[in-house]
Structures are given as C-alpha cells and as structure tokens.
C-alpha cells in the first residue's frame, strides 16, 4: 500500500494579468488526475511562513521544520555525502580565489567562485591529507565550486559567524563566536586554523599552480558559511514504521532525504534543471513503489523558471511533464495513493518563494472526489480538502491506507 509523492518544485505562482503558468498550460493528464482525486490547497509550512526547499520538504515528509531544521549546513553535507551525526557542526564552503600578502585573513577576495571551478576532487584530498586540527573534520565536493564541511568534537557550538565576506575586494573574515558559549569560541579558533591552513595546501597545490600558469584564477582559498548543528533526527522508518525512497538530482532535497534516513535515488540522466530525463525519473518511482512504502518524487526545473521569471519556459515545462505523469495512470488506487503537489510556490513575477499555498491532488480509489477537473492555483481551493497544512499530507494518506495509528481510544 505505497505513497508516491509528486513533489513540483516552486509549481504554484501569483497570476499574472489574471493567469499562471500552471492554469495556461496545456496538461490534460495532470486535469485528469484532478478530476479523479480530492483537491485541496496547502500551506507547505504555515499560512505566511515563506518556505525554503529544506524546510518545506521536511514538513512534507511530516518532520516539523521548527525542530528539525537547523539551518543549511547540516542539509547541504548531508547532500553531497557527509554522514553527518548529531552534534556535528556543518558548513557550506565556496572555493575563491584570494589574493594579497600574509596570513589568509589579510587576503582580498577576487573571486568567490574561482573561477566557477569544478574539478576540485585533487584540492579536497590534499586537505583531507594534510590539514590537521584539534577535531576531526570531514569534507567533500559538491557541485562546482561548492564544498561542504562537517567539524566534529565534543561541545562545539554552531554559534559562530561566516568567514565568506560575501563580496569580491573584502578581506576574508575571521570566524568569531557569536556567543559567549565556551564552544562558540572552540569552534571560532578551530575554524581560523582550517582557514589558513587550508589555504597554505592550496596555494601551492600543483593544481593551482597549473591553474595560474593558464591565466586561471587560483582555487586557493575556502569560505564558509551557515553552520549549523546537526540535530538529532529520527528516521522515517523509526517514527512511521515505514521505507522512505527520495528520487531527486538536486544535492538539497538529497540531503533532506538522507538526514531522515531515505534510501536516495538519483537515476541517470536526472540534473534538476529543464532538461532532465523525466522519463528515467518516472520509471525509478514506479520500481520504487515495490520495494518502499513512501516514494517523494522531486521534479525540480519549475523552481529554477521561476526564480528566472520565465512564464512561458514554466508553462511549457509544466506540458513536458504532464506527458510523462500520463505514465502514472496504470498505478492500482485501490492500492497505490497518489499526491501530486509543491513544495511552494515560486512565483515568476516575484522570482522567488512566496507563501502562497500550494495545489494538491490526492488521488485513492477510496477519496471522497470533489466537483474539481482542473490542476491550477484557482481551482484547487474549490475542492473538498480545502486547505491544509505541509504536516499533514502524509497523515491523510496514510490514513486512506489504512495505516494510521488511532490517536485515543
Ligand atoms: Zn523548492
Ligand atoms: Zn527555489
């Protein structure tokens, strides 16, 4: 008895002369299965509270973001593979290019990307190999220039500032407690320490050397921001009873996943941006749906046109997807519960994530179907399960199943 969650990244928008991408786009398909499920509107965290992809997901998945959230950090190591344990501190890290005399924090940053770097495999194991420090340290690639870091010893306090100065021609900043914890000050002298020592590999890697001989900028520094302690989470299966399986390119919602403990699946060909291969997507959901309970499918190209305000590259996304969502009509409902819904909106006017809640579709062959025959901002608020909320989803489905603990007697 599986849930697939569809999750449309940033799907909804405010309309615009009265339109949204969503209610123009030609997608019988996803018109159908509003027809045949219960319609609804959402708020992914609370009606007001605009979400980030990190906490709505959370909520989607039924953890409350306000006590599992603990800023983008933990999330993001967690994302690029970092077995992050409770009471880690975990950064997010930009390789730049530093130049200037002295020690690291006398250097001016010239270039916070380096150049958009993207082979640093080389730089993070000559780290891994050479930097020593008074607590273990663990770090790894992301995409491009993104690193990630998790520093881990007893009593260290995420309570200390970034040392990315956040533009180029600043002195990289010290890292300074931001309370008076004992850890806070721990943490701050310890990462000063990584920074230059990190630094000193970089600046004479071969790699680096090769770099400025070309005319590249040297990836000769790193930045960090937005620690964060890893809290601790219980997994999915520790608190519903049940396998969680997260398909998704995109190194956030990975980290989402992995921090509640879901197998993530990243099938070949998915890139989180318009070109994906939805195909490849659609059909690891439907093996997932025999070997796990939950399936959250995260579709994220919607977010991306959005945040570039581009209506008619979201309307037509929209109409790529809902061909392959046609894939979907073969599920047994009176098995499989199917939701199709957002994270947030994202709407291409404000080129960011509103508040705005969000369609849902809950299709079961045991709904109680409403009058609602098309997917859109406008019409999903008629249908019968008027508005919820993002921690709630699951419940009414698991519900539907059958599975849901009763709550008294
Ligand atoms: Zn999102
Ligand atoms: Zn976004």
């Known amino acids: 008895m599986p849930v697939l969650l569809v999750v449309v990244d940033g799907l909804s928008d405010r309309p615009v002369d009265g339109k949204t991408p969503l209610s123009v786009a030609n997608k019988p398909n996803f018109d159908r299965l509003a027809e045949m499920g219960i319609n609804g509107i959402m708020d992914t965290i609370a009606p007001g509270i605009r979400p980030g992809s990190d906490t709505s997901h959370l909520a989607l998945l039924g953890y409350d973001p306000y006590r599992y959230y603990s800023g983008r950090g933990p999330i993001e190591a967690a994302g690029v593979g970092i077995e992050v344990k409770p009471g880690d501190i975990a950064f997010r890290i930009n390789f730049a290019t530093v130049e200037g005399e002295g020690k690291i924090f006398d250097k001016v940053v010239v270039d916070r990307r380096a150049g958009r770097i993207e082979n640093t495999e080389e730089l993070i194991e000559a780290i891994r190999n050479k930097v020593r420090l008074p607590v273990e340290f663990l770090i790894e690639k992301g995409t491009g220039h993104r690193a990630a870091i998790v520093f881990r010893g007893e009593n260290l306090s995420e309570k200390v500032s970034d040392t990315d100065p956040k533009a180029v021609g600043k002195k990289v900043k010290k890292c300074t407690a931001l309370s008076e914890e004992e850890g806070a000050k721990r943490l701050a002298e310890i990462v000063n320490e990584f920074m230059q020592k990190a630094h000193e590999v970089l600046d004479e890697h071969p790699l680096n050397k090769e770099r400025a001989d070309k005319g590249l900028p040297k990836a000769n520094a790193l930045l960090l921001r937005g620690a964060g302690k890893m809290p601790h989470v219980p997994s999915f299966e520790e608190r519903f009873g049940l396998k969680l399986c997260v398909i998704t390119a995109t190194a956030l919602i990975k980290g989402v996943g992995k921090i509640v403990g879901a197998d993530v699946v990243t099938p070949e060909g998915a890139t989180g941006n318009k070109n994906t291969d939805l195909e490849a997507k659609f059909r690891a959901a439907k093996n997932a749906l025999k070997s796990h309970d939950v399936i959250l ?3 994220k190209a919607t977010d991306e046109l959005g945040h ?102």
């Open 308 to 409: 570039d305000g581009d209506f008619d590259g979201k309307r037509k996304f929209i109409e790529k997807l809902d061909e392959r969502i046609s894939t979907l009509f073969d599920l047994n409902f009176s098995e499989t519960c199917l939701i199709v819904t957002a994270d947030h909106s994202t709407p291409v006017k404000v080129k960011d994530h509103t508040a705005d809640p969000v369609p849902v579709i809950i299709v079961h062959e045991d709904v109680r179907r409403d009058e609602v025959e098309s997917f859109s901002e406008f019409e999903a608020y008629k249908g019968g399960l008027c508005r919820i909320r993002g921690m709630d989803l699951l419940n009414i489905a698991f519900d539907l199943l059958n599975i849901a603990k009763k709550f008294g007697a």
């Open 297 to 299: 499918l995260h579709i």
